[in-house]
């Protein structure tokens, strides 16, 4: 499985400094050789230690295992902050 790429991304309007909502669109690459796009939900929190938080969302459900899927996009979004491309 690959995440070949998120698109589309929105940052959603929220008064709190430290947490960042936005939703957007995976192309993934499962296995089969297949692609598929999800729309997905994810927020980046900082917490008090410095440590940014990572959650993320399927609005709809994938046939492959959920663990792998998330810790893949989870990396994923945490290269595109670290690059400076998510939506300010």
């Known amino acids: 499985m690959k995440v070949l790429r998120i698109k589309d991304i929105i940052r959603k309007d929220v ?8 939703s957007g669109c995976a ?3 499962l296995l ?3 692609l598929v796009e999800r729309q997905i ?3 980046i929190e900082i917490k008090p ?4 938080e990572i959650l993320v969302t399927l609005a709809e ?4 295992p959920l663990i792998p899927l998330i810790k893949a996009l ?5 290269d595109l902050d670290k690059n ?3 939506p300010l």
């Open 74 to 78: 989870k990396t994923a979004i945490d």
């Open 49 to 52: 230690t410095g440590v940014k």
């Open 32 to 34: 089969n050789a297949s």
């Open 61 to 64: 459900p994938v046939d492959y």
């Open 41 to 43: 939900d994810f927020s």
């Open 27 to 29: 192309s993934l690459e």
């Open 84 to 86: 400076g491309k998510l």
């Open 15 to 22: 008064p709190i400094y430290y947490r960042m909502f936005f």
